[in-house]
Nanobody, 125 residues
Framework: VQLQASGGGLVQAGGSLRLSCGASGRTFRGYKVGWFRQAPGKEREFVAVIKWDGGTTIYADSLKRRITITRDITKNTMYLQINNLEPEDTAVYYC???????????????????WGQGTLVTVSS
C-alpha cells in the first residue's frame, strides 16, 4: 500500500487545515488508517486513527477537542481536520495504515506497516 499525504502548509494560529491521505495500489478496506506527527527534535506522536470498516475513531486526548478524522469510502481517502491551530501543532504529519495492529496498540507508531511521506504543517503565531 502506498500512501500519499497532502494538505499541509503555512497557517496562522487560530486557523484550520484539512489534511488528506489517499492510497494507491489497494483500498483501505480492512485497515486502520491514522495520523501521527513529528515536530523537530521530538518523537513521533499519535494524533488519531479511524477503522476503515465501521468508522470507529480514536483520538489523542490532548488533541481531541480540535481534531476530527473522517473517511470517504468512495474516494478511498482519509481526512484530518484540525481547528484552532496553535504554533505547537507545527510538525510533519504522517498518515499510516495497519492491517494487523490490535486496538490497544493503535497509538504506537511501530504498529503500522505502511507510511506516507508526510506533509508539513507550520503554524505561525
Amino acid at each position: 500500500v502506498q500512501l500519499q499525504a497532502s494538505g499541509g502548509g503555512l497557517v496562522q494560529a487560530g486557523g484550520s487545515l484539512r489534511l488528506s491521505c489517499g492510497a494507491s495500489g489497494r483500498t483501505f478496506r480492512g485497515y486502520k488508517v491514522g495520523w501521527f506527527r513529528q515536530a523537530p527534535g521530538k518523537e513521533r506522536e499519535f494524533v488519531a486513527v479511524i477503522k476503515w470498516d465501521g468508522g470507529t475513531t480514536i483520538y489523542a486526548d490532548s488533541l481531541k477537542r480540535r481534531i476530527t478524522i473522517t473517511r470517504d469510502i468512495t474516494k478511498n481517502t482519509m481526512y484530518l481536520q484540525i481547528n484552532n491551530l496553535e504554533p505547537e501543532d507545527t510538525a510533519v504529519y504522517y498518515c499510516a495504515a495497519t492491517a494487523r495492529a490490535i486496538h490497544s496498540m493503535l497509538g504506537v507508531p511501530s504498529s503500522y506497516e505502511y507510511w506516507g511521506q508526510g506533509t508539513l504543517v507550520t503554524v505561525s503565531s
